[in-house]
């Protein structure tokens, strides 16, 4: 654990040893800013749970933006480097390996996350808003960052490419997401499958109305295990080659 800690610290300070973990973190903050004001300050009237629920459900697919887009060159860069071959014969494991670099890129999601609070505490303030609701939300927010990391660090343990990886990451995503469409149209029981493995439609709307389930808890962290066990075979791989 303490080597995997040691990679995460590494790569955190990586991110923002450039101009890149900053941009990517100040880009989705003034995205989510912007899509915030456009449906909520612009009528006071409607302060209430019913824009809380909408601000979460706008800033999950900015969640998940940022845990694609922060993890995606965490193995694919060592890759292209050279460096991953220094990774794989070190004497550590690959499942510390995967670990810390997921839980460097979930660590600025967190942070990014984090810094949102400002705008639904403004409908808190000037609203009608439960705390259970403010908080039911944010567990959902970083659920979807965990998953989104560990997709990200998956597809970049596969290629070489950052950007390859980040479309790879991005198309998982799609997929995943649009999976509650091709439900309605699939025969039983293929309908009930798909329709579990939907990344928002099944899962994340109850948070956004102050929901928790423990389904969905159970989805999102069974997707983030399942990738980051991807990514720890490819690199093991590696060893082989």
Same mark, same amino acid.
């Given at each position: 654990?303490n080597?995997?800690?040691?990679i995460a610290r590494r790569?955190i ?6 101009v890149i973990?900053y ?13 915030f004001?456009?449906f909520? %300050?612009?009528d006071?009237k409607?302060?209430? /749970?019913?824009?809380?629920?909408k !601000?979460f459900?706008?800033? /999950? ?6 845990g694609?887009?922060?993890? %995606?060159r965490?193995l694919?860069?060592?890759s292209?480097?050279?460096?991953i071959v220094?990774l794989a014969? &070190?004497p550590? /494991?690959d #499942?510390?390996?995967? !670990?810390g670099k #997921?839980?460097?890129a979930? &660590?600025v999601?967190? $942070?990014f $996350?984090a810094?949102s609070i400002y705008?639904?505490?403004l409908? =808190?303030v000037?609203g ?6 403010l908080a039911s939300g944010y567990?959902?927010l ?6 989104t990391?560990?997709m990200g660090t998956?597809? /970049?343990?596969?290629?070489?490419h950052q950007?390859v ?5 991005s =198309?998982l995503?799609l997929? %995943?997401?649009?999976? #509650?469409w091709?439900a309605k149209v ?6 009930d499958?798909?329709? +579990? %493995?939907?990344f +928002?439609?099944?899962?994340f709307?109850p948070f956004?109305?102050?929901e =928790?389930?423990?389904? @969905? =808890?159970?989805y +999102?962290?069974?997707?983030? !295990?399942?990738?980051?066990l991807g990514?720890?075979?490819a690199?093991? @791989?590696?060893r082989?080659?």
């Amino acid at each position: 654990m303490n080597a995997a800690l040691l990679i995460a610290r590494r790569e955190i300070a990586a991110q923002f040893q450039s101009v890149i973990g900053y941009v990517i973190v100040a880009a989705l903050l003034l995205l989510d800013g912007l899509l915030f004001h456009s449906f909520a %300050m612009s009528d006071s009237k409607d302060l209430s /749970s019913k824009v809380l629920a909408k !601000f979460f459900y706008m800033s /999950s697919g900015i969640t998940g933006a940022a845990g694609i887009l922060l993890s %995606m060159r965490l193995l694919a860069e060592e890759s292209r480097e050279k460096t991953i071959v220094l990774l794989a014969t &070190a004497p550590i /494991s690959d #499942w510390q390996i995967v !670990f810390g670099k #997921w839980l460097s890129a979930f &660590a600025v999601v967190t $942070v990014f $996350v984090a810094l949102s609070i400002y705008l639904p505490l403004l409908i =808190v303030v000037h609203g009608s808003v439960h705390p259970g609701h403010l908080a039911s939300g944010y567990l959902g927010l970083l659920l979807i960052g965990a998953a989104t990391s560990a997709m990200g660090t998956f597809c /970049s343990s596969i290629t070489s490419h950052q950007l390859v990886a980040g479309v790879l990451g991005s =198309v998982l995503l799609l997929v %995943m997401v649009t999976t #509650w469409w091709t439900a309605k149209v699939a025969a039983p029981p293929l309908d009930d499958v798909l329709a +579990y %493995m939907s990344f +928002y439609d099944k899962h994340f709307l109850p948070f956004t109305t102050g929901e =928790v389930h423990t389904r @969905a =808890v159970v989805y +999102y962290l069974s997707l983030t !295990f399942l990738c980051l066990l991807g990514a720890r075979l490819a690199l093991g @791989a590696r060893r082989w080659r």
